[in-house]
């Protein structure tokens, strides 16, 4: 009934035009109450039409004077010092879904806070005491909560406070002395303590883990704008080209259109100049035949008899060309060549566009497979396993060959392997623009950006490597030290590719040279694109010992002690070069090698 009559009192001395409670109360001629500046300003706005009241449209000649109504203003003030309130909207009252206030009755309010000590969710009215009495100060507000009787023992229907390790559950005092009797228990504040430590450490990590996460995908990102840049930069490259290609070729049909019409008008012009002959022949032809007929139709002998020897005989025709005329003893005809004309140009034509064919067939083949192995986020096939081939039928046994000289063996100590030590400095001819070489060309850096390097054939493209100056025959010892990333310590011959197929470049993937790749927590060897694992202990430092003429690559883990990784017999049939590089030659989401990774080819001690 209090807020019925407090809805009453707040529409019955509110301003309509502010809809707040009045302020400077002023009555017009009409009755109506308004605040003195809303009804002052609602008039000026309109001073163009009548004053009028805005509830009931009255309007008023001349505009009435305004004077505050006193009575209704020490009414409003003697109202505000007795409390009055606004009522509540519809959007303050508890729906389905919201905590009801356990003090409200009727129709209840949204509680704003529930205590954990009374177990009671409050409106704001009703919180007030909380706020302004001190016997609540200890008790303890949250978030209305739906849940605060889960809070009771529901055995001893006390508030639990304490919490039980042994159980993993929430207890109440008596409890701990009851079914929980040598527990270990502790209070809930103090487990909750406990726990949040444990939370806060767990989101570091995992906050740490967002990090990570965040730049790797930085790192795809980054990764996805240079595979587009590449691939629009790669697609005006190729219309160009094309654009040349398909100009060049209309260019010759152009010229091969040229030169058929001009053979047309050459020879049409010397048929016309045959046929213009023949034209005249025929009328010679005609008028000689006229005159005999009118020398036949002559009755006179003698005169038929004194004209007849005055005829010339007939001539032939003064053509030579491959037009013929028949003896007139025969049909008059023609006799032409074959109906052959240009047919030969098609012909060749034709043959041409079938040389471009196959001109363009095997290359295009290449350039179908460099697309399909984009050096990015591209699986690469796993290596087949070949099967054993049939055995061939039984033949005369061949004769042995003659046993070759077992390879000296190899140093048992690094003091030995370091008598075979050189210094390797790295070619700024051969490195790739994405990595910066320092410290006398013996460091390499992975960089995000390209660096300002000069054009050169030895140059790797698209694949983070590089070779070193020297040549190697012989036997030679060198160090390699990982300072960040995955980085692959490799041996190659010179001649391995540049800008081919992506296996054809990268260290491991072909059979111009041999990687041993050092991951996170794992060694790996590629050769001719055939992956082996290798465990052994992680070092920061690979020694590699070769032995050119037997044939022999070794990869050592060098820390307090040399642990052989994996060692190579063959044939090499090249001088090698060391080498080290940042690309990969399988598909791999997550690389570890990026921007920031180094290596340092160590000088001997």
């Known amino acids: ?65 305004l004077v505050r109504n006193t009575m209704l203003a020490a009414l409003v003030e003697q109202l505000k010092k007795t409390g009055l309130q606004a009522a509540p909207a519809d959007h303050c009252y508890a729906g389905p879904e919201d905590v ?25 009215t009703h919180l007030q005491p909380h706020h302004d009495s001190s016997s609540f100060k200890k008790h303890k507000l949250v978030d209305p909560s739906k849940n605060l009787q889960d809070n009771i023992c529901p055995s001893h229907g006390e508030v639990m406070k304490m919490f039980c390790r042994t159980d993993q559950k929430c207890i109440c005092y008596l409890c701990s002395v009851d079914e929980h009797k040598g527990h270990d228990t502790v209070s809930a504040a103090a487990e909750r303590t406990e726990r949040q430590r444990e939370m806060e450490v767990r989101r570091q990590q995992i906050q740490q883990e967002i990090q990570d996460r965040e730049k790797d995908v ?3 990102q980054w990764e996805v704008e240079a595979i587009n840049q590449s691939a629009d930069k790669t697609v005006e490259d190729s219309e160009e080209i094309f654009t040349e290609m398909i100009s060049l070729l209309q260019k010759r049909s152009s010229d091969v259109k040229q030169q058929i019409r001009s053979q047309q008008e050459t020879e049409v012009s010397r048929v016309r100049e045959l046929e213009e002959k023949l034209q005249q022949e025929i009328t010679d032809l005609k008028r000689r035949d006229a005159e005999m007929k009118q020398l036949s139709d002559t009755e006179d002998h003698n005169q038929f008899l004194h004209s007849c020897p005055s005829l010339s005989p007939l001539s032939q025709s003064t053509h030579t060309s491959s037009i013929s005329i028949r003896p007139l003893t025969h049909s008059s005809s023609i006799s032409i060549r074959p109906l052959r004309y240009f047919q030969d140009v098609t012909a060749a034509v034709s043959e041409v566009g079938g040389q471009l064919q196959d001109i363009l067939r095997d290359p295009w083949t290449n350039v179908s497979l460099a697309i399909t192995e984009v050096d ?160 052994g202990p ?46 990969y030659p399988f598909f791999r989401l997550f690389m570890v090698s990026r921007p920031g990774a180094s290596a340092e080819f160590c000088k001997p001690k």
Request: proline share 8%; hydrophobic share 30%; charged share 25%.
């Open 1 to 65: 009934m209090a807020q019925k009559g407090d809805r009453l009192d707040q529409e019955t001395f509110s301003c309509s035009i502010c809809l707040e409670v009045l302020k400077d109360p002023v009555t017009i001629p009409c009755g109506h109450s308004y605040c003195m500046n809303c009804i002052k300003n609602f008039w000026d706005e309109g001073e163009k039409k009548l004053p009028r009241c805005p509830q009931c449209r009255e309007t008023f000649i001349p505009r009435p004077a």
């Open 100 to 124: 009801a206030c356990d003090f409200c009755s009727g129709r209840k309010l949204k509680a704003t806070k529930s205590c954990l000590v009374c177990l009671v969710s409050y409106c704001e």
């Open 218 to 220: 930085k790192l795809l």
């Open 376 to 535: 990015v986020l591209l699986p690469q096939p796993e290596p087949v396993l070949e099967l054993e081939p049939e055995p061939e039928p039984e033949t005369e046994p061949e004769p042995e060959p003659e046993p070759e000289p077992e390879p000296e063996p190899e140093p048992t100590s690094r003091a030995g392997f370091l008598k075979y030590s050189c210094e390797i400095t790295l070619d700024p001819n051969t490195v790739n623009t994405r990595m910066l070489l320092s410290g006398e060309n013996r460091n390499v850096t992975f960089m995000r950006e390209d660096q300002s390097y000069s054009s050169h054939p030895d140059r790797f493209i698209n694949v983070r490597q590089v070779l070193s100056r020297e040549s190697l025959t012989g036997r030679h010892y060198w160090e390699v030290e990982k300072k960040e990333g995955e980085v692959g310590v490799a041996v190659s011959y010179k001649n391995i590719s540049r800008s081919g197929g992506w296996k054809e470049r990268v260290f491991g993937g072909n059979d111009k040279s041999w990687s041993l790749y050092c991951h996170a927590d794992s060694y790996e060897f590629i050769y001719n694109n055939i992956r082996t694992s290798i465990s």
């Open 538 to 583: 992680q070092s920061s430092r690979i020694g590699v010992y070769l032995d050119y003429s037997a044939g022999v690559l070794s990869f050592y883990s060098v820390s307090e002690t040399m642990t052989l990784l994996h060692r190579v017999q063959t044939t090499f049939t090249q001088p090698l070069h060391a080498g080290v590089g940042f690309s």
